[in-house]
T-cell receptor, first 114, second 117 residues
């Protein structure tokens, strides 16, 4: 049972436009959601997170929105740049008592066209 | 500060063999988590070690095992390899996500890519 889902395996966007990556989840008990970016031959790197008690978090060109009633979150990248081309994973933090355990989606490959 | 170091980066094995992968966490960190990345499955949690004790375990068969040493370095072992074990194996340690994040942020190594023939 996939508790975190990214239904779009790929997305292409023109440079300078907005990229919107989506993620759905099933468990209302998650405390945090995180977005990671992964380039080929590298490990995932942390991008931005959002607490389950918030509906928006912003960091530079990256904004994450959380819709708890729909169990949906999205990552907006504005403006998109060619260097943003990577695979993006959303993840839920299901850690308890200080342990570290994420549940990841299957990823969305973003291609920003110059 | 040094990041998370994984060795080897690439390896090829045949079915039935076993493999050991190594991870050195960020200096001073006692928690090491392991994840498996396969196409179409994303990253799946294998296990987490803290101060030489397995603290959490994912839904993987007993062929997958791990351990952690007193210097926090960790190894994972996969015995009786199957074709489906071909994957990128990632380890991670907790790190500071910055002032804008209250989440448990993990820093990942570059991974060990295992191919089983």
């Amino acid at each position: 049972d996939q508790q975190v889902k990214q239904n779009s395996p790929s997305l292409s966007v023109q440079e300078g436009r907005i990229s919107i990556l989506n993620c759905d989840y099933t468990n209302s008990m998650f405390d945090y959601f995180l977005w990671y970016k992964k380039y080929p031959a590298e490990g995932p790197t942390f991008l931005i997170s959002i607490s389950s008690i918030k509906d928006k978090n912003e960091d530079g060109r990256f904004t994450v929105f959380l819709n708890k009633s729909a169990k949906h979150l999205s990552l907006h990248i504005v403006p998109s740049q060619p260097g943003d081309s990577a695979v993006y994973f959303c993840a839920s933090d299901s850690s308890t008592s200080g342990t570290y355990k994420y549940i990841f989606g299957t990823g969305t490959r973003l291609k920003v066209l110059a | 500060k040094a990041g998370v170091t994984q060795t080897p980066r690439y390896l090829i094995k045949t079915r039935g063999q076993q493999v050991t992968l190594s991870c050195s966490p960020i200096s001073g960190h006692r928690s090491v988590s392991w994840y498996q990345q396969t196409p179409g499955q994303g990253l799946q949690f294998l296990f987490e070690y803290f101060s030489e004790t397995q603290r959490n375990k994912g839904n993987f068969p007993g062929r997958f095992s791990g351990r952690q040493f007193s210097n926090s370095r960790s190894e994972m072992n996969v015995s009786t390899l199957e074709l489906g074990d071909s994957a990128l194996y990632l380890c991670a340690t907790p790190s500071d996500g910055g002032p804008n994040s209250g989440a448990n942020v993990l820093t990942f190594g570059a991974g060990s890519r295992l191919t089983v023939l």
